[in-house]
């Protein structure tokens, strides 16, 4: 690379400081970016909002081209190289002079031209700080630049203590006019207007102006959206990623079911349009969500994405699983390029990296190397920019969408000519539930659709879902029958706790059952794991498995480990199949969503009515016990801990006006009637109005946009703190931590596998410390890899 001022070219100016041996040119990198518009817009057409601007993509497009134009400046090209210095000014403010220049000489209107500078000025930093005056991230450029700058300094002649520096000859200058004067088919103009520093002082000061109050949220959806598609073709050009093309969903799907479609099946598989529906567990509602998602994909343009949202972490890694089993890989693939989108993400691939290995070589899982933690950062990355069609989420990612800005209006903008599938909506609370249906009203502007599915809706959820959505809501619920009933249910005063409930479940294990019994806290589930381990394992001699614990405060790698032992030891009994092995599993609410897992007998403690049919869809799944309906026994609380007393006072009130009508059994219908008594409360009716007043506060202040240009990391703030866990690392871990990660091999990912996710009030009970060079925060506390943290004294939540 030339270093020397006055003799560069445009040939040998460069974008990135990678790869080392021959970094990109400018050049490249901006016809690669403008190139990668070309695939957006394929994937999005014009959908939903993007209709009502025809200009949005050949805005984009310009933006593209010009958006790294200030990049030829000597300061920053210096900066690149190995020890440089820092330049100190922004590349996108200097870029602004170019766009100046060529919207002249192309008579550009004065929209084109204000949305475009906008664009290339805002790619990497907001234009304007927090509307409110909070402390936001990274300085704005109203911050940066104002009436203090030494505007010729920064961008025409620097002083520097080896002499001047010349940001741009003139004859850098003219190559690169040339150059992106070709690039929009037109001859080079000719400049003899100000000079560059002046005319992106001009026109950042316009910029500043246009957008220094609050627009109509028509308009700043749309910005934002543009906003979002120059910084995707940004990431995905400059990783080199190209977004696919191949839907491992079939439009077909349906009819290669490997058996008859169910009736719900079928009109899911038919429905044109937003779909609600309700099925039993066991019924095959995965595949009818499936079914619905493909027949969406044939009459939306585009190539639409499907997303598929789960609330907990380890239902991700199920729901992922799955779907690379039963789906389809493009040409060349061994499996379907499933996309995985949450926050331990680097994780889950690197587990399965380490396994790809060992069975490669046909060695044990070892540890993984630094190259393949690289490897796996690399995918996870190219995940996060969102290059699969389709995907599995939690609302929570979705959701940080609404920050928009330069991070994460991209976010936003893959939301649009979507298909979502929102499985078990059921299991968040009426705070997040209403965010997720104003969500769904954005979703619906952006021409996106979207299902809900469920065992356990309630009517007011869907009395909710529908009047947020503007187009019509199609209502399936799968016909009465259709699962055969697979429980006998026993309401019992005694606490899981009790005396009395711990030998029957040993009774149970010593009978050769397998047995489920699901706790509300931590603190219980480890306490009935440790009184009922020996008896499980008596009974299995040998077997590691016989006894197994599942919730959320185990490190990474063991609760993955948990996980695989439980779907390998409890699987879904088969047609036929006249017995199972026995065995004991005790867990929290971790379990309820998604894990297919079967047992033979079932106690859980009184919860949310939701959270009680779903702990019942894991016995006796799919009603093919030979002894027909199984035990299912409910024990009341000692203490209503994680959850509201409104929401399992209900609950227990409706279990026992059931067995009061005569109900013994808790087939499909008995469990709607548990929803109708339950929300008919006076807690229901506090329910449906505390989802709606979240839906409609969120939606006025996360989903307006009016101020698009200012910086939103406050709000991140706001939804880390309600969405958002934090990995900690035990004391007693932190010389492999230390090895994992700075050793020879050492990465960050490499030690990942150690962490303990937890909330963050939950560190000060563990009297965290923050490891400023690890980057980790600390805790105390006693840790086994059977029985996992003992659980803090402060109050849990539901996720």
Known sequence: ???????????????????????????????????????????????????????????????????????????????????????????????????????????????????????????????????????GGKPCLSHLYNSRTRWADAFTS??????????????????????????????????????????????????????????????????????????????????????????????????????????????????????????????????????????????????????????????????????QRDLYPATGDDIPDIGLLHGTVAHTLLSEAVDDCASDDNRQPTEPTAAMARQARARAGAMRLFTQRLRVATPHQLLRGAIAGPVYSSTLLE????????????????????????????????????????????????????????????????????????????????????????????????????VLAVANTVATAQWLFKELNDDAHAHSPGDPHAALLLHSRFKNRDRDAIEKNLLKRHPERRQGEERLPGGLAVATQTVEVSLQLDFDRGAVENAPIEAVAQRAGRVNRRGL??????????????????????????????????????????????????????????WGTQWKEAARQARDTFAADFLTFTDPFHDRTEFARKLSEQFDSIEALHRDDLDEYHELTTGREGHPLRATGLLIPLRYGSLKTYRAQYDRKLGVHVIDGEYDKATGLEPPGEPETIL
């Not at 445009?10 to 400081?17: D, G, I, N, P, Q």
């Not at 990783?239 to 696919?244: E, F, I, P, S």
């Not at 227990?652 to 808790?666: I, Q």
Request: charged letters at 20%.
């Open 1 to 135: 690379m030339t270093s020397r001022s006055g003799v560069r070219g445009l040939a040998e100016v460069r974008a990135k400081s990678v790869p080392v041996e021959d970094p990109e040119r400018l050049t490249t990198h901006s016809r690669i970016v403008h190139g990668m518009v070309g695939q957006i817009k394929e994937r999005l057409a014009s959908a939903g909002v993007l209709a009502a601007e025809p200009s949005f993509w050949s805005r984009v497009r310009r933006a593209a081209l010009l958006h790294d134009a200030g990049k030829i400046a000597e300061g920053f090209q210096q900066q690149l190289r190995p020890g440089g210095a820092v330049w100190g000014q922004r590349h996108e403010v200097l870029s602004l002079a170019y766009v100046d220049i060529l919207a002249t000489a192309l008579d550009w209107n004065d929209e084109d031209r204000l949305m475009i500078a906008t664009l290339v000025a805002t790619h990497h930093r907001a234009l304007h700080s927090s509307a409110s005056g909070a402390a």
């Open 158 to 323: 620097t002083h520097r203590p080896d002499g001047e520096q010349v940001q741009v000859t003139r004859r850098l200058h003219r190559e690169a006019i040339a150059w992106y004067a070709g690039a929009l088919h037109t001859d080079p103009p000719h400049d003899c207007g100000p000079p560059l520093a002046e005319r992106a002082r001009q026109l950042l000061e316009q910029l500043l102006g246009a957008w220094r109050h609050p627009v109509k949220a028509h308009q700043g959806l749309l910005a934002v959206l543009a906003q979002g598609a120059l910084t995707l073709a940004d990431h995905a050009g400059s990783a080199h990623v190209d977004l696919q093309t191949h839907l491992p969903l079939p439009a077909d799907y349906i009819s290669r079911l490997p058996y008859t479609p169910y009736a719900h099946q079928r009109k899911a598989a038919t429905t044109d349009g937003h779909l609600v529906l309700v099925a039993p567990t066991g019924s095959g509602k995965t595949e009818a969500g499936l079914a619905w998602a493909a027949q969406q994909t044939t009459t939306m343009p585009g190539l639409p994405r499907v997303v598929w949202t789960l609330p907990y972490r380890a239902s991700l890694n199920a729901a992922r699983r799955r779907l």
């Open 415 to 514: 939301q649009t000519n979507s298909v979502f599938v929102l499985d078990e909506l059921h299991a968040y609370e009426p705070e997040t539930f209403g965010r997720l249906c104003a969500a769904m009203g954005l979703w619906e502007r952006l021409g996106s659709r979207v299902a809900v599915l469920s065992a356990t809706l309630s009517p007011p959820m869907i009395e909710v879902i529908d009047e947020s959505l503007h187009l019509p809501v199609a209502f399936h619920r799968a016909p009465q029958g259709t699962s055969p009933v697979r429980h006998r249910l026993v309401l019992d005063d005694n606490a899981l706790t009790d005396p009395v409930s711990v030998e029957r479940l040993r009774t149970w294990l010593h009978q050769g059952h397998s």
């Open 625 to 682: 016990h030979p002894q027909g309906a199984v035990e299912f026994r409910v024990h009341q609380n000692q203490s209503n801990r994680p959850y509201g007393p409104g929401a399992v006072n209900a609950s227990w009130e409706a279990l026992t006006a059931l067995m009061a009508e005569g109900t013994s059994t808790l087939s499909e219908q008995d469990i709607d009637r548990l929803l109708a008594l339950a929300y008919t409360t006076e």
